[in-house]
């Protein structure tokens, strides 16, 4: 079955850590999406790649890195620079179409940072 | 400054209402709307919109979009306690060549027994 798959499902950390969430997709979609949801609140995007080896910054971008090596995999690092790393990050992905189409969405991982 | 707004925040209603969700947008380049139902982890697909005034429908749930007013509501009939989600609106646009996808803030439904 296609699908997006992120790992780990729960996350600890303590502060000053580096930490990398894994996302990785099987649909063959050329676009990948990072979301965090705050509760209580909608999802913020983070950073989107439309193609391999090429990615965008999205609205709070700051603290987080990411790489796009290859089609099927979207990898996010939080820094110790992001000063509230604490969340539910989702990530997402979908076929390149001019007019638009669904995200399809993994179960996410949900971040603590202590 | 490209946004989406939801209102309302938080809805509370009694099984069997019916509710309608709104969600305002400005953005530059838009090419479509989307409804996500999330419940407790990952957002579920629920319509896409990309032409005014025309009415998408799945069982209860129905939504259309008004590009001139630059909004989309979506309606919810004789609802039921398993509806109690969050409701997500994302406007799809290009900017400076590439394709965003945001998000609004989210309305919080609850349906009381």
């Known amino acids: 079955d296609g699908g997006i798959t992120q790992s780990p499902k729960y996350l600890f950390r303590k502060e000053g850590q580096n930490v990398t969430l894994s996302c990785e997709q099987n649909?063959?979609?050329?676009?990948m999406y990072w979301y965090r949801q705050d509760p209580g609140q909608g999802l913020r995007l983070i950073y989107y790649?439309?193609?391999?080896?090429?990615?965008q910054k999205g609205d709070i971008a700051e603290g987080y890195s990411v790489s796009r090596e290859k089609k099927e995999s979207f990898p996010l690092t939080v820094t110790s620079a992001q000063k509230n790393p604490t969340a539910f990050y989702l990530c997402?992905?979908?076929?390149?179409?001019?007019?638009?189409?669904?995200?399809?969405f993994g179960n996410g991982t949900r971040l603590t940072v202590t | 400054e490209d946004k989406v707004v939801q209102s309302p925040l938080s809805l509370v209603v009694h099984e069997g209402d019916t509710v309608t969700l709104n969600c305002s947008y400005e953005?530059?380049?838009?090419?479509?709307l989307l409804w996500y139902k999330q419940e407790k982890k990952a957002p579920t697909f629920l319509f896409m919109l990309?032409?005014?005034?025309i009415e998408k429908k799945s069982g209860r749930l129905s939504s259309i979009l008004d590009k001139k007013e630059l909004f989309s509501i979506l309606n919810i009939t004789a609802t039921q306690t398993g509806d109690s989600a969050v409701y997500l609106c994302?406007?799809?646009?290009?900017?400076?060549?590439?394709?965003?996808?945001?998000f609004g803030q989210g309305t919080r439904l609850t349906i009381n027994p």
């Open positions: 997402a992905s979908r076929k390149r179409e001019q007019g638009g189409s669904p995200l399809h």
């Open positions: 649909l063959n979609h050329d676009a």
């Open positions: 790649s439309q193609i391999v080896n090429d990615f």
């Open positions: 953005v530059t380049n838009f090419r479509s």
């Open positions: 990309t032409s005014s005034g």
């Open positions: 994302a406007v799809f646009f290009i900017i400076q060549g590439a394709q965003k996808l945001v």
